[in-house]
């Protein structure tokens, strides 16, 4: 299924805008858990509230051939549990033609994601073999929710700063209608101008809500079309180690997950209910 139709759908149907993260960081759970379950858990206590599934790709890497294994897998699972679930492959990946050309093919014939995160330092010859790929989405890093992304984002070349520039090249190189963009949501402001780059259609990834601290709230003032819709709000940590919480305490980790969920998905409606705009 092409990506945009997947995400219409899934977004029409649940009436959401939640990307969940599977950031399954193993040095976290006890040496007997297994990370497929893990995953297993997640996703099928959420499956009904998500729009997509985020996997980040180092964590599975970490654990070698049984992490990679987990993860397509996992991917698997996915798709038997919640089909018209988007798929995105957390890889911030860029590198010159043939390398990318490389990274392409593992995300999507080998691994088979739907979207993969991108980094275009080097360029647009780094990203359009990614982008060829016209049935999948390609979220490029914009302005990225990390302390230290000031140092470099904000540089001012010209009159403005490099995230802004990087937005305008977003629209540019969009030659199939598959670019979005990653956008902090510790950085609201920053993420309106970005909308406003890149005109209201363009999916925009936001991950920063929950243990970064991102304000929700702006985020859809600033983020979101006239429909409440164009950007995957992303929760990973917030999420699968739920449990942890001390208002979560004595439930399971899926029990946990799900209500944390739930209560993102119940804000997001309200706040999109409240202006009118659902």
């Not at 976290?28 to 996703?43: M, P, S, T, V, Y």
Request: proline share 3%; glycine share 10%; net charge negative.
């Amino acid at each position: 299924m092409h990506w945009k139709e997947m995400l219409d759908r899934a977004v029409s149907t649940r009436r959401s805008l939640l990307c969940v993260g599977l950031d399954t960081d193993m040095t976290r759970f006890g040496e007997d858990a297994d990370q497929l379950e893990i995953n297993r858990g997640i996703i099928r206590a959420t499956s009904d509230l998500a729009v997509a599934y985020k996997p980040n790709m180092a964590f599975y890497e970490a654990e070698g051939h049984r992490g990679m294994k987990a993860l397509e897998d996992t991917i698997e699972v996915i798709r038997e549990e919640a089909p018209d679930t988007l798929i995105i492959l957390d890889a911030k990946k860029g590198d010159i033609g043939n390398t990318s050309r490389a990274y392409a093919r593992s995300a999507f014939e080998v691994i088979g994601a739907d979207s993969i995160t991108v980094n275009a330092y080097m360029g647009k010859d780094a990203i359009e073999p990614f982008s060829d790929y016209q049935d999948k989405l390609i979220f490029v890093l914009c302005r990225t929710s990390n302390k230290g992304a000031s140092e470099i984002q904000d540089l001012i070349s010209g009159d403005e700063p490099l995230y802004n520039i990087m937005a305008r090249n977003i629209r540019s190189w969009d030659r199939h209608g598959n670019l979005g963009a990653v956008v902090g949501a510790t950085f609201p402001e920053e993420l309106g101008r970005v909308r406003e780059i890149l005109g209201p259609s363009t999916p925009i990834l936001v991950p920063g809500i929950g243990t970064q601290g991102g304000d929700l709230k702006k985020v859809l003032t600033n983020g979101t079309g006239e429909d409440g819709t164009g950007v995957l709000i992303n929760m990973s940590r917030g999420i699968m180690f739920a449990f942890q919480k001390d208002e979560y305490s004595g439930l399971s980790m899926e029990e946990a997950a799900r209500r944390e969920t739930r209560r993102l998905h119940e804000l997001i409606r309200a706040e999109l209910t409240q202006d009118g705009r659902w």
